[in-house]
């Protein structure tokens, strides 16, 4: 997850300067339409694939946000938020790890950015309208404003006629793939402000590293 959402920073005043007026018409609607929202909650799946190596791995995440404070959870890690302190807890290492929040850090594990990933440092090119698992979509690429700073070429994204996000891909100059495939798409769902909190008591016997 990490390596996808570290590509993905908030809106900027130059954001489809070099991008063709379909997509930037659809992108604007789905940033319209996120930005609305309350609240949501998100299940997704990652898949994985480098033929370099042979990896061909495939996760389960799901994350709730709600303003500035998100939940996010895939394997063995899971970020919380509450918009002035982040805790990464890390099951395998029975550690979590707190930090202030840096609104510069482009590599927060945030799941809204995972859902406004065009908003900043992209170009973005309407490719066709077709077709997701029998539902209609819209297929879009975005390529990378300045290339030589990432480790990748393209992200395809794949949204649907309702404008709501379905798939994210990531093509890498190494050759391997990230996928994201949304499976779940809650808006204003209900949630406390407690999930945004890290709380010891749920994780007897972990060790607290403050930054």
Known sequence: MKYLLITLVFISAS????SDKKSSEILDKM????KSLNSFYIEFDMKVK?????????????????????????GQNTLVSNGVKNWTIVKEEKVTYQSDVDLEDDEAM?????????????????VEQTKLNGVGVHKINLFPTNPSE?????????????????????????????????????????????KFVY???????????RD
């Open 31 to 34: 940033s319209t339409e996120i």
């Open 50 to 74: 480098n033929p370099a190596t042979g990896e061909n791995s495939n996760q389960k995440g799901n994350g709730y946000v709600k303003g500035d404070k998100y939940f996010a959870s895939l």
């Open 150 to 194: 990432v480790n990748y070429h393209t992200i395809t994204l794949y949204v649907g006629l309702n404008n709501e996000l379905k798939k994210a891909k990531m093509s890498t100059k190494d050759g391997s793939t990230m996928t994201y495939t949304i499976q779940k798409f809650a808006k204003n769902k209900e949630v406390p402000d407690s």
């Open 15 to 18: 954001l489809f300067a070099q």
């Open 110 to 126: 945030n799941p809204k950015k995972l859902m406004t990933i065009w908003e900043n440092g992209f170009k973005s090119r309407y």
């Open 199 to 209: 709380n010891p008591k749920n994780y007897p016997g972990y060790q607290l590293i």
